[in-house]
C-alpha cells in the first residue's frame, strides 16, 4: 500500500518552488529577501523577549518561509479550479475582500491552512482575485474579454488528472505530489508572450491595468511573494538605501509596542519586456508592469471588538487625509496614523483582558495550587498563579484597505476609477462553487483548543466565561 504524503508538506514543497522560480524571474526580489534576512537578524539579536517569544511559539521555525502571494483570475471556471488546486495542499478559501469599493474591480479570498498545526508546518497562503468583468463600463471590451479568458486554459492537463486524483483517491503519493508541484507551477508562471494584438492590449489597458493584466496573458502569473520582516520600519527605510523603490507609506496600522493584525509594504511593479503578435502574425516588442516584491509583519489577531475599534479609527484617519498617499505626505500620514491610534490598548495584558485580541495559552512548568484543583477556575487566576501563560494568537489572514492600497500602488494611481456597485460575496462563492470560512471563528477555534489543552493538562475545568475574546462578538 502506498502512503500519501501531507498536504502540509505538499504546500510547503510548493511554496518553497514558487520561492525559487520568483527568485530566478524577478531578480529585485532575491534582493528584498536579502534585506529581510538582515533586518530580521539584526532585530533579534537585539531583542531577546522577542526572539524568546518566538521560539516558545514555534514561529522562529518558520521566520524564513514566504508567508504568501497573490493571482488574479478571469473567469468563474478558472477560480473553481484553482480552489481545488489549492485543495490538494490543503488550502481552503477564508474570508471575502470586497475591492471594488477602493476602485478595483476584483473581489478575493484567501486560500490558506486553517489548524495551527497545519500553519506552523508551512503558513503559505495565495490572496486570490477574481477580475468582475460585470463592472466594466465598456460592454464592447467586456465581451471582447469574455471571449479572450474564454480561450485560455490555465491548467496543465496533468494538474486537472492529480486533482481529481487526490480527490478520488484521498491524496496523493511523493511521486504524484512531485509531479503535482511541478505541474501546478506551470499556472503561476509569467509569460513573455502577451495573447492578444497590441491594439487590444492598449485598449484593457487603458480601461483598467488590471483587466490587462488578467486578460491579456496565458495564466495568472503571481505578482508577488512576501516574505515576514520582524521590523518592517527599518525595512522601510533600508530599501531606498539598497536601490529598492519603496511603496510611499506602510499599510495597515501605525508602528506600536504590541503588533496588532497586518502592516504591508511593497516595492513597486517592474516594468517588462513582452511581446504582442498581431492578427497577422507580425510580433512587435512592449512592456507590462504588473510584478513586485512586497513585506509583511503580523501582530496578534483582534476579535471583533479589536476589529470594529481597528476600523474605526483607520477610517477616522484615512477621513482626514487629502487625496492619495505620497513621498511628499507619508510622514505626515503616519503621524495622523498614530495619533488617531493612540485610542488603541498597547499592552497584551490589556488587549487580552478588554477582548480585543486572540491569544493562545500555554502551561508553565508552575503546579496548580491544590486549593484550586477540583474546582472551576478562571484563566485569571490560574494565570495570576503562575500556572498559565499566554502569547498573542498571529494574525494570518488579508486588511482590505491595505489590499486595496497594494494594489493601487502597483495599477498607478490612474488605475483607479469608481464602481458604484458594491460586495457580492454570494456571486464570489458561486464563481468559487464554495463558501468562504469565516476568518475570526478560525482563531477563536484556536484559542479555544489552546485553553482545552491547558485544562487538560493541569486537571482542572477553566470557565468559558472567563475567555475575553470569545464573549466580544
Ligand atoms: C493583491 C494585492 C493584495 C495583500 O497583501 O494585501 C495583497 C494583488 O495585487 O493581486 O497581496
Ligand atoms: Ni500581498
Known sequence: MSTFVSPDLIRAQFSRAMSDMYRAEVPLYGNLIDLVGQVNADTLSADDALAQQLTRTGEIDRLDAERHGAIRVGTADELATIRRLFGVMGMVAVGYYDLSSAGV???????????????????????????????????????????????????????????????????????????????????????????????LYKQLHDENRLLADVVAFKGPHINHLTPRTLDIDAAQVAMPLAGIAAKAVIE????RSCPILLRQTSFKALEEAVNFTAADGTVYAGSHTARFGEIEQRGVALTPKGRALYDRLLNAARATQKGPTTDANAQAYMANLSAHFAAFPDDHATLRAQGIGYYRYFTTDVAVPTALKGDTVTLDVLIDAGCVAFEPLVYEDFLPVSAAGIFQSNLGENGQSDYATSANQAGFQAALGHTVLDELALYAETQRRSVDACAAALGVTIASENIAAEAAA
Open 252 to 255: 495597515g496600522p501605525p508602528p
Open 105 to 199: 474591480p476584483v473581489h478575493s479570498t484567501a486560500f490558506r491552512a486553517t489548524h495551527e498545526d497545519s500553519l506552523r508546518v508551512s503558513p503559505f497562503r495565495v490572496f486570490t482575485s477574481l477580475l468582475r468583468l460585470e463592472l466594466i463600463g465598456d460592454v464592447s471590451l467586456r465581451a471582447v474579454a469574455a471571449e479572450t479568458l474564454a480561450k485560455r486554459d490555465i491548467f496543465t492537463p496533468r494538474v486537472r488528472e492529480l486533482i481529481a486524483l487526490h480527490e478520488s483517491a484521498g491524496g496523493l503519493t511523493q511521486a504524484e505530489a512531485d509531479e503535482f508541484v511541478q505541474n501546478a507551477l506551470e499556472t503561476f508562471r509569467w509569460h513573455h508572450t502577451a495573447t492578444v494584438s497590441p491594439e
